[in-house]
Nanobody, 124 residues
Framework: VQLQASGGGLVQAGGSLRLSCTASGLTFSSYYMGWFRQAPGKEREFVAAISKIGSNTKYADSVKGRFTISRDNAKNTVYLQMNSLIPEDTAVYYC??????????????????WGQGTEVTVSS
């Protein structure tokens, strides 16, 4: 299984970025997909997650209204559209896959597979 994240970069505060994560080696539509982030010196934290067919989503309070998670099962890809970025969004962003059966997972411990991370830096 491989999860390949991309789309990170340097952006000014107020700007936007779109992260992508393409999966291979698994039946993509059977997995909840999530995004997490880890800032320097901090623990990894939940950002957003989406159900297997994309009908339901969950967001951390810190990104609600600014970030949007979506998926394209035909392309085995999950996206994270990030708008109105602030310096506090600076982190390495990771995508993850979870084959939970009942609910959208928000705990990193629940996820089975992880991508390598893509770095996002927001300058003030």
């Amino acid at each position: 299984v491989q999860l390949q994240a991309s789309g990170g970069g340097l952006v000014q505060a107020g700007g936007s970025l779109r992260l992508s994560c393409t999966a291979s080696g698994l039946t993509f539509s059977s997995y909840y997909m999530g995004w997490f982030r880890q800032a320097p010196g901090k623990e990894r934290e939940f950002v957003a997650a989406i159900s297997k067919i994309g009908s339901n989503t969950k967001y951390a309070d810190s990104v609600k209204g600014r970030f949007t998670i979506s998926r394209d099962n035909a392309k085995n890809t999950v996206y994270l559209q990030m708008n109105s970025l602030i310096p506090e969004d600076t982190a390495v962003y990771y995508c993850a896959a979870d084959r939970s059966y009942y609910t959208i997972p928000t705990s990193a411990l629940s996820y089975d597979y992880w991508g390598q991370g893509t770095e996002v830096t927001v300058s003030s």
